[in-house]
Each structure stands twice: as structure tokens, then as C-alpha cells.
């Protein structure tokens, strides 16, 4: 079994960008292709435009994300990973592979007539 040192500030660096559902998830789907804001607002269809905005912001801001324009007029861009981002693919995929594992039962309802 693998013992973790006690290095608390590089978890806490690691949830500071990952600690909430949104940005796992828009990285999720910037690990499949580059997006441009409205494909990630239709992949993630309860999240609200500014909240998008907000964590697209700090992933830029991060460097895990960068903007390329693929249109000049007017200015369209799409978000790609960064080689930053490309590295948290393995922690993502363990995530997903642990989800898997563990995800609930389905409780089933019992009817009775």
C-alpha cells in the first residue's frame, strides 16, 4: 500500500482547482476535444452561464486551459488544455475508475397495493 506523505498544501493546490463539480466536468470534456463556450454550456446543461464563465476564468487563470481563435471576425474561440491540463487526465481517469467502483445502489421502491 502506497503511504502519502503529509503534504497537505499540494492537496489542498490540487482541490483548489479541481474542488468542484463543474470544473472536473468541463475538463472531462476538454480531455475529449476543444470547446468552444456554448458546446460546454449544451454539455453541461444546468450550469448557468456565468458560473461557466467564472470557472473557465480560473482555469485560464491557472494555466491548465488556454483560448485559441479560430475566427477573426468576430473573435470565436475555442478552450483547449494546456499541457498542465493534459497532466490531470490521470487524476480525472482515477476519479472515474473510483466512481465506477463505488457509485451508489440503486434503491428500489417497494409498492405495496
Not at 460546454?40 to 491548465?64: G, V
Not at 471576425?73 to 465506477?100: A, C, F, S
Amino acid at each position: 500500500m502506497k503511504e502519502f506523505e503529509k503534504k497537505s498544501d499540494c492537496l489542498e493546490n490540487t482541490l483548489c482547482i479541481l474542488g468542484d463539480q463543474w470544473t472536473a466536468l468541463i475538463l472531462r470534456d476538454l480531455s475529449l476535444e476543444p470547446c468552444t463556450f456554448s458546446q460546454l454550456e449544451n454539455s453541461l446543461d444546468s450550469i448557468s452561464p456565468r458560473t461557466l464563465s467564472q470557472r473557465l476564468e480560473h482555469l485560464l487563470r491557472q494555466e491548465i486551459i488556454e483560448k485559441q481563435l479560430y475566427c477573426p471576425h468576430p473573435p470565436r474561440y475555442h478552450y483547449v488544455l494546456t499541457n498542465k491540463g493534459i497532466e490531470l487526465q490521470d487524476v480525472l481517469e482515477k476519479m472515474v475508475e473510483w466512481g465506477e467502483k463505488y457509485k451508489p445502489k440503486q434503491t428500489q421502491e417497494v409498492t405495496s397495493k
